[in-house]
């Protein structure tokens, strides 16, 4: 399944993905007669989500997906955590070795944005860089869980664009402002579910910037790979339902790189990842 958060007619709501089109939560209350809740993160991940598909509806997937303003699939995750340098060909194009246990950062969940909405930066950020990650959402709470029991802590994947500003970056030395502005994490377009997904280890992952090729890569290029990753955080801090994932981005980015090309007002970037969909948004600075 695919799950997503929407704005139609100026009203909030989410739904089922399929063909381009949406099967509201409005919808799905009138054919299965299950009250679910207002909130999305309340339906995926206490009980309601598993008692609406094991109905199996038959749903008419009503409303054109163009007919809808598509927003962050989860609103308020009780925590975002993104791995830095855990791909092999960018940790290379850095001259770093990958960390052994992820290197991460948290962000703020005002950084969460949806596609098709504009990345606002302030125009004192001079280079502002962009990055392709697969995020995985996390479906149910655990702690220090086994890496071979990790997987089933997966409730789905989507993308994640984990915007950084780098000259604010090499000016703290560490992520956390450089990362942390509002709408600097678009997102989605909508959460896939982990059955969906064979082998997310091995899907193609690109950005576009005004058209033009800037990152391609695959999953497969993860240093720390995804069953360990949940394993190593849980080990250090409870993960959550609804908490987001983010493992890293491939070569590509402009950081560190001569005559690098950073993010202007205007632009527009294109991220996609195999089975997952695409995001796109454009960058505007503001004063």
């Known amino acids: 399944m695919k799950i997503g958060r929407f704005l139609i007619n100026n009203k909030e709501t989410y739904g089922f993905v399929r063909d381009n089109k949406i099967a509201t939560k409005e919808e799905i209350i009138a054919k299965t007669g299950i009250p679910i809740p207002i909130?999305?993160?309340?339906?995926?991940?206490?009980?309601?989500?598993?008692?609406?598909?094991?109905?199996?509806?038959?749903?008419?997937?009503?409303?054109?997906?163009?007919?809808?303003?598509?927003?962050?699939?989860?609103?308020?995750?009780?925590?975002?955590?993104?791995?830095?340098?855990?791909?092999?060909?960018h940790a290379k194009e850095q001259n770093l070795s990958p960390p052994v246990d992820p290197a991460i950062v948290l962000i703020p969940r005002t950084t969460l944005n949806g596609t098709n909405s504009e990345i606002i930066c302030p125009n004192f950020v001079k280079q502002l860089d962009y990055e392709v990650e697969l995020a995985l959402v996390i479906g149910k709470n655990c702690k220090n869980i086994d890496e071979k029991d990790a997987m089933s802590a997966i409730f789905g994947y989507m993308i994640l664009n984990d915007v950084s500003a780098r000259d604010v970056q090499a000016q703290d030395k560490q992520f956390g402002r450089a990362k942390g502005f509002d709408t600097f994490a678009p997102c989605g377009p909508w959460i896939t579910t982990a059955d969906e997904i064979t082998d997310p280890q091995n899907l193609k992952l690109t950005t576009?910037?005004?058209?033009?090729?800037?990152?391609?890569?695959?999953?497969?290029?993860?240093?720390?790979?995804?069953?360990?990753?949940?394993?190593?955080?849980?080990?250090?801090?409870?993960?959550?339902?609804?908490?987001?994932?983010?493992?890293?981005?491939?070569?590509?980015?402009?950081?560190?790189?001569?005559?690098?090309?950073?993010?202007?007002?205007?632009?527009?970037?294109?991220?996609?990842?195999?089975?997952?969909?695409?995001?796109?948004?454009?960058v505007r600075f503001i004063q």
């Open 208 to 282: 576009k910037i005004n058209g033009k090729t800037r990152q391609d890569s695959s999953t497969s290029n993860m240093f720390i790979k995804i069953p360990a990753i949940i394993s190593k955080l849980s080990r250090v801090m409870t993960l959550e339902k609804g908490d987001i994932i983010s493992t890293g981005t491939p070569a590509g980015v402009m950081l560190n790189k001569p005559n690098a090309v950073f993010l202007q007002d205007g632009d527009k970037i294109e991220m996609e990842i195999q089975n997952l969909g695409k995001i796109e948004n454009t």
């Open 39 to 89: 909130g999305v993160k309340e339906f995926l991940f206490d009980g309601w989500y598993d008692e609406v598909i094991s109905q199996k509806p038959d749903l008419d997937y009503a409303v054109s997906l163009s007919d809808a303003k598509i927003l962050a699939p989860i609103p308020n995750p009780p925590k975002t955590i993104c791995l830095a340098f855990n791909y092999i060909d």
